[in-house]
């Protein structure tokens, strides 16, 4: 089975996105914004607010749903920059959820540029049962005295973006397929 059959159909891979212009980066943030706006509209007596630093307040919303018979959990954060810049980030992250557990993650973000970037955790519970079997491989020895748990995700990740694989500019046609996924959805909670 191919790595990318557990995705949605709007899910663009590396080697399916066209080509992305001025006018289609603009485009794909007018798209997230509706998407964005719409829905913390639709659900605002769920909102939950936070206003931990002053200069920048936070508003979440998470649902779970039901698509195509898979659970689904999204998650919006808006994270104001008002005091700095008056452009806020913004980030839809989905989650796909498999017998209880959280597998494929990527998020979508809108920062202060303008420009909505895709980024793919991938398989969350693989990751951790990775993480797990390397721990019992060395005694319960704390990784975080050689190189800090977080390091190689870490490093992987930064690669994997200088590579254009990951935390790259999103096409509106993805976005679109988001917007679909989201509206056809049935929310559970």
């Known amino acids: 089975m191919s790595e990318l059959a557990n995705y949605p159909a709007f899910y663009l891979t ?67 920059t008002y005091q700095i810049d008056p452009v806020p980030n913004r980030f839809l992250s989905v989650l796909q959820i498999m017998n209880g557990f959280g597998r494929k993650y990527w998020t979508y973000r809108l920062g202060n540029d303008g420009i909505v970037r895709r980024k793919d955790s991938g398989d969350l519970y693989e990751k951790s049962k990775q993480e797990k079997n390397l721990m019992r491989r060395m005694g319960g020895f704390l990784l975080s005295k050689v190189n800090g748990p977080q390091e190689p995700a870490k490093l992987n990740s930064e690669i994997e973006e200088k590579m254009g694989l990951n935390n790259q500019p999103v096409h509106p046609k993805e976005l679109e397929g988001l917007k679909a996924f989201i509206e056809n959805a049935i929310i559970i909670d």
Do not use: V, W
């Open 14 to 80: 590396i080697e399916h996105r066209p080509p992305l212009n001025p006018e289609l980066l603009e485009l794909s943030s007018t798209i997230l914004t509706d998407i964005f706006d719409n829905f913390m509209l639709q659900y605002i007596a769920d909102l939950k607010q936070f206003n931990i630093h002053k200069e920048f307040p936070e508003a979440i919303l998470s649902k779970r749903l039901l698509f195509d018979s898979s659970l689904y959990a999204i998650s919006l954060k808006d994270i104001g």
